[in-house]
């Protein structure tokens, strides 16, 4: 069962790339500037702030700006965390924190390798930041996916991403747990994964009472399951609970100031898919008939629920025969 479930996964994953490609001529909604897009830094505590990606499917027209990525001002650097979907917002990004500081970026800390949070990071390597990532991102660098999602990205997010933006390792690659401490302000990087991704990693700023989620949590959206662990996932949530954050900052969607209210969003929606997808995945059942006796009313209307949702459903249903 498992080895015919795996097969029909791998399937399912190759559907969905070309899928979301044909997705992001869909779905943006950008409106043009002069000088394309613009990140504006949002303060969310003493010394932190991020940039808030749109919520839509990743174009060359929005530069694939889809996803968050946030930095910590400190006594000693500045410390960034994921690192946007294309070189040139990095450069933006960049841009943007010299605004703030005269403080040098020194680290940026991987949440996952998930395209829209990593084609930055030869920008910050240039500056001569150190990068840190979970173990488990270097089996996607290595991976065929890996390399075809960067061929399809070139085409997809010309000329933001091109023939020069290449995929960067970690300079230290973390296992479980880490501890970083620049002036005094530290960060605590725990590994949740595999939950949305085999290598999530959450990172929480105790002095600002800040976490930094990635794609664990989701805001104002439908969020993206792909080959995700599900129920990986559902205690990764239950993780980040026990941390009592004052605000999160998801990897999409605005920041949280009532992290249990967003925490559980994400949460029943994952509920939501497994309890849906159960029977028929269990009893071999069509997927097609499931997704249609599903009662999506809660969650149709949000951003990108047709774009994902079915794919999501059909993810989740595969995976389940794989447990």
Known sequence: MYRLSNRYLKIALFISAIFFSFAYAQTSSLQKDPAGVLLSPIKVSANTYFVQGLPEMGTSENENFISNAGFVITPKGVVVIDALGSPVLAQKLIKEISKLTSQKIIAVIVTHYHADHVYGLQEFKKIGAKIY????????????????RLISSRIDFAPWVNANTQLIPAD???????????????????????????????????????????????RGRIPFVGNADSKGWLNALGEIEKLHPKVIIPGHGSHSINPAEDVAFTRDYLRYLRE?????????????????????????????FRAANRMNAYNVYLSIQAE
């Open 133 to 148: 990532a979970q173990n488990a991102g270097r089996d996607y660098l290595s991976s065929e996916t890996a390399k075809q």
């Open 172 to 218: 230290i690659w973390v296992d479980k747990q880490y501890k970083l401490s620049f002036g005094g302000v530290q960060f605590f990087i725990n590994r949740v994964g595999p939950a949305h991704a085999p290598e999530d990693l959450m990172v929480y700023i105790p002095s600002e009472k800040v976490l930094f989620a990635g794609d664990l949590v989701f």
């Open 276 to 304: 849906s997808m159960s029977k028929a995945a269990i009893n071999l059942d069509p997927f097609e008939e499931a997704y249609l006796q599903t009662d999506w009313s809660e969650y149709d209307g949000m951003p990108l």
